[in-house]
């Protein structure tokens, strides 16, 4: 073998050596047909802290930066209510709750610990209202909150991004990461590409569920959902009365809230719609669903 052969053959093998794990890393995305994480070396770009600091520099943003190897993500329904499986979520590795659902009083079915709690813009008055239980607490829970660029806008207008800017100053402990416009717009997208049908023209809100879900996947290597019914059990059980929200009592029931958002014309969540939507990631990704169980 001359010398210009020899010269070729070890081009073409560092060639090779360097193509490889381009290809091995490529091979893992487009197979993963679904919300791929987008974790970064400096966190989950899509998801910006709250601070007290200067919030109009991106090189001042922080991004989360979680990762978990197992995930209990606890529905808000009352399905929970009468689970059981409250130490059972416990020992799972990171639990994500939602808005301002509470453990305290219900701990046997809901268990206690809170890694994650995902919020709505509409519930943060909630959590003003009762700031030492959620704030002070919990301060080892990270509080991820979503809204429209209306309420979070940072130039001062954002009503909710107001408050949160003072509850970061009063609880500078407490980690609050706020979904950034740009992965709100994200989330409208994989709606759109799942339904085929655009959001905003169809009159409907995306869910804190449909955000929970997003988030848990770009974090979670496999999620438990507890108490997260699938989109045929309200038409399989027509006498459900199982209460929309395990912590609340004489309102309306689970499947009659499921109907009324699923077909109203303007502000609705399509909850219904959604869960079709997790059930076919389920068959792809690591999601397992408890209490009730779903036959995917």
């Known amino acids: 073998m001359g010398p210009d052969m020899k010269y070729q053959m070890f081009q073409w093998l560092c060639l090779v ?7 091995f890393w490529f091979g893992h995305v487009i197979t993963r047909n ?25 090189k001042d943003r922080e991004f989360l930066y979680m990762h978990c190897s197992q995930c209990a993500l606890v529905s808000s329904s009352g399905q929970m ?8 979520i416990d020992k799972v590795g990171c639990v994500i709750r939602m808005n301002n659902a509470p453990t305290q009083g219900f701990e046997k079915d809901v268990g ?29 829970t990270t509080y991820v909150f979503w809204g429209p660029e209306r309420n979070m806008r940072q130039d001062g207008k954002g009503h909710i991004f107001n408050s949160l800017r ?3 100053e009063k ?3 407490v980690r609050i990461y706020a979904v950034t416009k740009e992965k709100i717009q994200y989330c409208d997208g994989v709606f759109q590409n799942e339904t085929g049908k655009n959001r905003m023209k169809t009159g409907a809100f995306l869910s804190t569920g449909f955000f929970t879900m997003i988030l848990a996947i770009d974090m979670c290597d496999s999620i438990r959902v507890y108490g997260m019914i699938d989109d045929n059990y309200c038409s399989r059980v027509n ?23 699923e077909n109203t014309n303007r502000g609705g969540h399509r909850f219904i719609t959604e ?3 997790y059930a076919r990631w389920a068959t792809r990704q690591k999601i397992d669903f408890k209490h009730p169980s779903w036959s995917l």
């Open 239 to 261: 006498h459900s009365i199982v209460p929309y929200h395990y912590y609340e009592k004489n309102r309306i029931d689970e499947c009659r809230m499921y109907r009324f958002h």
């Open 275 to 277: 869960k079709a939507i």
């Open 17 to 23: 050596s360097l193509s490889l794990p381009l290809l």
């Open 166 to 168: 003072k509850i970061a």
């Open 81 to 88: 209510l009468g689970a059981g499986v409250g130490e059972e």
């Open 34 to 58: 679904g919300p791929s994480p987008v974790l970064q070396g400096n966190g989950l770009r899509g998801y910006m802290r709250i601070s007290p600091g200067r919030m109009d520099q991106v």
């Open 171 to 173: 609880y500078p402990k």
């Open 112 to 140: 206690n610990r809170t890694s994650v709690r995902v919020v709505s813009h509409t519930s943060v008055p909630l959590l003003v209202k009762n700031e030492s239980y959620y704030f002070q607490q919990s301060e080892d």
